[in-house]
């Protein structure tokens, strides 16, 4: 009999640890993909207007953005390999690029950046800022 109780209750405690997993998975997931840009979105449509010019225009450039390691109060951390490693110096300069083409209709700007960790936000603050300079 003593054997029987064992093991529902084990049944039990493992069904209870089971539902607290999946408890806290969801809670996770929840919190992971909330909207933490309530109220944005990006409107992709084009509007449908004649073009002005039979033209396409094209425009490239591209700005450093290798960070100042002058500030010993403000260090760089680097990605990978160990956690606080600092930079100490620059071996080769990092660089953002862009493309911007023009029909006289439809803009569109290309950016690559030599980075790690540019995230959604970042990308949504960007687009905002963006907006407000045109």
Excluded: E
């Amino acid at each position: 009999m003593s054997s029987k109780i064992t093991r529902t209750r084990l049944i039990r405690i493992f069904a209870a640890v089971l539902l607290f997993a999946a408890l806290a998975l969801g809670t996770g997931c929840l919190c992971a993909f909330r909207d933490r840009n309530p109220g944005y979105k990006v409107d992709l449509a084009i509007p449908p207007k004649p073009a002005a010019t039979n033209t396409l225009r094209a425009g490239f450039a591209r700005v450093k953005i290798s960070p100042d390691l002058a500030h010993s109060k403000r260090p760089i951390y680097l990605a990978g390999f160990r956690q606080n490693r600092k930079a100490t110096a620059i071996h080769d300069d990092l660089w953002a690029i862009a493309c911007v083409l023009d029909d006289g209709r439809t803009r569109l700007g290309i950016v690559a950046l030599d980075a790690i960790g540019f995230f959604p936000d970042d990308v949504i603050s960007a687009r905002k800022r963006l907006a407000q300079d045109s």
